[in-house]
């Protein structure tokens, strides 16, 4: 597969559909999380049924369950499309389905099931469709192409947040809840679109067997027994866990923290999410072009100690208060550099998997990276609560120490390759 020219990469018809197959990831996951909750509070529901909500989140830890189904299975129908895109185009249109019937439930303090089963049904979808996208991602594009690839792909997925997210509550004002779900559902429509339009990478490999019982070995075991014949696997997902441990901490507590700063919602709005989605962008984009220009070893390096020093600009604002300037300040160099490392980060994740197995191999560490953020995150409160937010945030800055120590070890004795490997196992034709 020819490389793009750095110039050229906006104009390669590639990137585009990673940026459309970004924007259809984000949409599910606000409506079964953040806008959820607010409909459900609206509804009357007591915080306790709210707060199961959160369990919905499992779904995209516990994906690399059902992952092996999606790397090793030809999809049910739309054969025609190729093992990715086929799965796509049978998963899209599902999940379309699911969220604009959820939008027709009425979640009252007596008739929530309907909508907690298509909730979870959605999560279920959701998760299923970044399996195959992310799989679609690393076969689609080579090593050295994955930074782009990925900062587009942020690109779209952070612009679907903030439309089924703030757009669509605004559009719930106007037209009620089941609108703004009908409208969310109508938006993964882009998602299809590029789905039907995009092109099929090369079918990736399989162990060549045809019994049941190889084949079930072959989509189950093998990707699993693979990742850890490479040496120092377990250094390596003990990096992958740790590498969001002090963004985890510091960002549970944020909101909490402005609010006690005395910021008010109009200016967190403008700052936090209107500046602080657009630096993110920047940083997802400036994070393509150092893996580009320096590879991904010394990218990974660059952008995970600027995510780590970013904290203290949490620091910086807890000893000056009520500070504006500094407000947008810490939030420009907190997004920005968080943009720039999650690029940086997924590329490496990208590097780790053996492309027989890249859907399954990828789920598993990008379960373990959210690992940090669904477990060890939920402690911060307490921290927080007993530590100060000066001190709280250094110690998240900290907190951070750990994985870059693991990576610089990881790095000098396992480079991340820049080009893909020859096939290790005995393929044969899908």
């Known amino acids: 597969m020819p490389h793009p020219a750095p110039s050229a990469w906006w104009r390669d018809r590639r990137y585009l559909v990673l940026l459309a197959l970004g924007f259809a990831s984000g949409i599910p996951l606000p409506l079964t999380a953040a806008t959820l909750r607010r409909w459900l509070s609206e509804q009357g529901l007591s915080v306790e049924l709210i707060g199961l909500t959160a369990s919905l989140g499992l779904a995209y830890t516990l994906k690399f369950l059902w992952a092996p189904a999606l790397d090793q299975l030809a999809p049910p129908f739309f054969r025609a499309l190729g093992r990715r895109r086929g799965w796509l185009a049978c998963i899209q249109p599902a999940l379309i389905l699911a969220i604009a019937a959820l939008g027709l439930t009425t979640p009252g303090p007596t008739g929530y099931a309907a909508t907690f089963a298509l909730a979870a049904l959605v999560a279920f979808l959701s998760a299923s469709q970044d399996v195959v996208v992310d799989a679609y991602r690393i076969d689609l594009l080579e090593e050295n192409e994955q930074g782009y690839g990925l900062a587009l792909y942020v690109w779209g997925y952070r612009g679907a947040l903030l439309a089924s997210g703030a757009g669509a509550l605004a559009v719930t004002e106007l037209g009620g809840w089941a609108l703004g779900y009908g409208l969310c559902a109508a938006l993964l429509g882009i998602g299809l679109l590029a789905v039907l339009l995009a092109p099929e990478p090369a079918a990736p490999p399989r162990l060549a067997t045809t019994a049941p019982g190889g084949r079930l070995r072959a989509a189950i075991i093998d990707p699993f027994l693979d990742f850890m014949q490479r040496r120092h696997w377990l250094a390596i997902l003990l990096f992958v866990v740790l590498f969001k441990l002090g963004e985890a901490l510091a960002g549970v507590m944020t909101q909490p923290f402005y609010a006690q700063l005395g910021f008010t919602r109009l200016e967190l709005a403008a700052i936090n999410n209107v500046f602080g989605l657009l630096a993110i962008l920047a940083g997802a984009l400036a994070g393509g072009w150092l893996i580009r220009r320096l590879g991904i070893a010394r990218a990974l390096v660059l952008t995970g100690f600027g995510q780590m020093l970013s904290n203290l600009m949490y620091v910086a604002l807890a000893l000056a208060g009520h500070d504006l300037p500094l407000l947008w300040a810490q939030v420009g160099i907190e997004n920005f550099t968080d943009g720039m490392a999650d690029a940086a980060f997924l590329a490496y994740l990208s590097s780790l998997t053996n492309r027989a197995f890249s859907a399954t191999q990828y789920a598993?560490?990008?379960?373990?990276?959210?690992?940090a953020t669904r477990t060890l995150g939920g402690g911060s409160g307490f921290l927080a609560a007993w530590l100060d937010w000066p001190v709280f945030f250094l110690m998240t800055t900290v907190a951070a120490l750990p994985a870059m120590a693991i990576m610089?070890?990881?790095?000098?004795?396992?480079?991340?390759?820049?080009?893909?490997?020859?096939?290790?196992?005995?393929?044969?034709?899908?």
């Open 408 to 430: 610089l070890w990881l790095l000098r004795r396992l480079p991340p390759r820049e080009a893909p490997p020859p096939a290790e196992v005995v393929l044969s034709n899908p």
């Open 364 to 371: 598993l560490l990008s379960s373990l990276a959210a690992f």
